[in-house]
């Protein structure tokens, strides 16, 4: 086989998508199918019904991946931070998940995680430059 490496800026879905396919078929040829699912918490004005926050996710492999969770600023403090949370859990141990995982800043919710449960099992320091960035994961029973 005969190659040559390309360097691509703002590259389009579709690269995304030919570089996803081997790297799946990969994983898949190893551990199984992820049986990859995505799950969404809406946050909504009551008055408007307008989305203002929420949580979403992706369940593979037995994992929930919290990609996102945000509260608008005026939202804050009400407990619903903590509800988005325990709803995720339910979710995950309902779709037989082992634990959670999550990425986070130092300028965003750490502690918020831990008061939760969460561990840290990494960070980068740096991430961005004078912060750090947090990986944190929790085990469910």
């Not at 995720?88 to 995982?101: M, T």
């Amino acid at each position: 086989m005969s190659t040559r490496i390309e360097i691509k800026t703002h590259p389009k879905e579709d690269d995304r998508s030919a570089i996803l396919k081997p790297l799946r078929a990969h994983n898949f040829s190893k551990a199984g199918d992820p049986k990859p699912e995505s799950i969404a918490l809406l946050v909504r004005d009551e008055n408007t019904d307008e989305i203002i926050g929420g949580l979403y996710g992706e369940i593979f492999y037995r994992w929930l991946f919290i990609e996102l969770l945000a509260i608008p600023e005026e939202a804050r403090g009400q407990g619903i931070g903590s509800r988005l949370i325990n709803m995720a859990e339910d979710v995950a141990r309902e779709k037989g998940c082992i634990g959670i995982w999550l990425d986070t800043f130092d300028f965003q919710a750490p502690a918020f995680y831990q008061k939760h449960g969460f561990t840290e099992f990494g960070h980068l320091d740096n991430f961005p430059s004078e912060h750090k960035r947090f990986f944190f994961q929790k085990r469910l029973a």
